[in-house]
């Protein structure tokens, strides 16, 4: 079985301090090398905008200084990373989710001001401003995960319960939220027989090739950790491969690739460190690093 020995680690390290922004050289010095949270803390905050919402670059390819609720899902997903999520903190982002929630109760990835500001084409041509499942299922998944209680995560539950029950197709960005919320919501019962309706339609989606090129989502990106409850759609075996694909997908230069089309010089290198924090975080999951590479986190 492969594995990721100290020379690789420390290879990506080099890629990461080359030409990661702060924010991700302290979440690699947190999880790799008994980094401390509280830095993390401090530099994600600078991400955050007087609103209660996250923008400013932190969704790689939206740029622009405006809360997005895209960044929200992004800069929820570091904090849980970290620990508990401030519950003070959270109820302000709850805050800043109701001002920009749509008539059904969802948020839609962006807002119509993306149209005016630094975005990737896909985001200013994009005309669909309607509550979705993703970032909704997602950002709602998170904060019962962490049990915070607000009047906008209870409506928005309503709203993901309406919409998943009502899919017949999906796609691997809307997977992964629907995985999210299913996996922490509080009515087992109810998650897991929704789960076991769409489970067909997720597979469909995802790429069980781990040579297939282009924009692909693999099983490593629903089912980024052994616990995840999308792991059970997928063989060991199926599993085995992509994680020794991954391993060998790193770059001379230490990262990772960044899937998917790109844009802007800024974008890419942003994402591609994003990417490659995730596959090392993803290979400690899996016990794929090997334990005398990793130092442990210092909380």
Known sequence: MTTVTSDTLQTAEHFIMRNAR????????HHFQRGH????YAVLGAYRNV???????????????GSQPLAVEAALRILDELGPIPRDLAQETCTYLTSVTRPNGGVGGVLPNVRHTEAAPWWREH???????????????????HHISHRWRDRATAFCWTRIGALHWTHPE???????????????????????????????VIE???????????PLDIAGQPDSIARQLFTDAQINAHLDHAIAQQQPDGGW?????????????DRRTAVTLQRLLTLRAY?????????????
């Open 22 to 29: 702060l924010l991700d050289r302290l979440r690699f010095a």
């Open 37 to 40: 949270a509280e830095p993390v």
């Open 51 to 65: 609103d209660g919402g996250y923008g400013n670059g932190l969704e790689p390819d939206l740029r622009g200084h």
């Open 127 to 145: 005309d669909d401003f309607g509550g979705a499942l993703r970032p909704t299922a997602a950002i709602v998944g998170l904060l019962h995960k």
């Open 174 to 204: 809307e997977a992964i939220a629907v995985c999210t919320f299913l996996q922490h919501v509080p009515d087992r019962a109810r998650a897991k027989a929704e789960f076991a309706r769409i489970a067909p339609m997720i597979r469909a």
């Open 208 to 218: 069980l090739d781990p040579a297939a090129r282009g924009d692909v989502h693999t």
């Open 257 to 269: 690739p960044a899937p998917g089309p790109t844009w802007c010089s800024g974008s890419t290198n």
């Open 287 to 299: 016990h794929r690093l090997d334990d005398r590479a990793v130092a442990q986190p210092a909380g």
